[in-house]
């Protein structure tokens, strides 16, 4: 498969291109910045430079033309303000659905945020981010025809992976590790069963193959 990844450099999608590369598969990773190329390439994946800001609608579809699948594992990061997760966290995701689209490209997939809600209130930076992580998923619920999967980890940790987590329509607050969040990506990827959904992971007791099959046969 070739699956293209916005957000390319950031830790989920590392871990997401790595067990890619490593079953031979072809992960693409869009970034803005080229000086991140070399770390891609080290994880097995082809970079793109694309800043999803400016981006047009054609450059970005280019770029997901021939792909079997899109993750959109972008965000603003921890130190920006709230004018940057209105333009990334949902400005972005919503050009990338948009490009896939067009690029005729169904499966997406969207590495979202436990509490993601349009109508979150709060002043805070965190009150913002969720309002726009919230409004991104609602576009590609109602906006798009994809098959999308939405996925909403609990605390992200860079402990080990224990492989063993809980995956529902909503589990409670929890950490998970980036690791099995990367691990539950590629199981969802391999299971288009699981469009239509929004799911909510944190570290639990059940394999992450199992728990993907499960919520696909619910």
């Given amino acids: 498969m070739r699956i293209v990844i916005a957000g390319g450099h950031g830790q989920i999608a590392l871990r997401l291109e790595r067990l ?4 031979g598969d072809e992960a693409v990773g869009i970034i803005r910045n080229p000086e991140q190329s070399g770390d891609l390439r080290a994880a097995g994946a082809e970079p793109v430079v694309l800043d999803l800001e400016s981006a047009t609608l054609d450059q970005t579809a280019e ?7 899109a993750v959109f594992a972008a965000g603003a990061g921890p130190n920006s303000g709230t004018e940057r997760k209105d333009t990334v966290d949902r400005g ?3 050009l990338f659905a948009d490009a896939a689209e067009r ?13 993601a809600d ?29 098959d999308w999967t939405i996925l ?3 605390m992200l940790t860079n402990d ?6 809980q995956l ?22 391999d299971t288009p069963a699981t469009a239509g959904l929004t799911l909510e992971l944190v570290s639990g007791s059940v394999p992450v193959t199992v728990a993907v099959k499960d919520v696909a046969g619910n």
């Fill in 63 to 69: 770029v997901l033309r021939g792909a079997d699948a």
């Fill in 103 to 115: 690029a005729g490209v169904r499966r997406y997939i969207v590495v979202s945020a436990m509490g």
């Fill in 92 to 94: 972005a995701a919503v």
């Fill in 152 to 154: 909403r980890p609990g």
């Fill in 168 to 189: 529902s329509v909503s589990t409670g607050r929890a950490p998970v590790p980036r690791d099995d969040v990367a691990a539950a990506l590629l199981e969802l990827l």
């Fill in 20 to 23: 890619l590369a490593a079953r």
């Fill in 118 to 146: 349009p109508d979150h209130p709060g002043d805070e930076v965190f009150d913002a981010y969720l309002r726009a992580k919230g409004a991104a998923d609602a576009y590609v619920r109602s906006r798009t025809a994809l």
């Fill in 160 to 165: 080990a992976g224990t492989g063993q987590v």
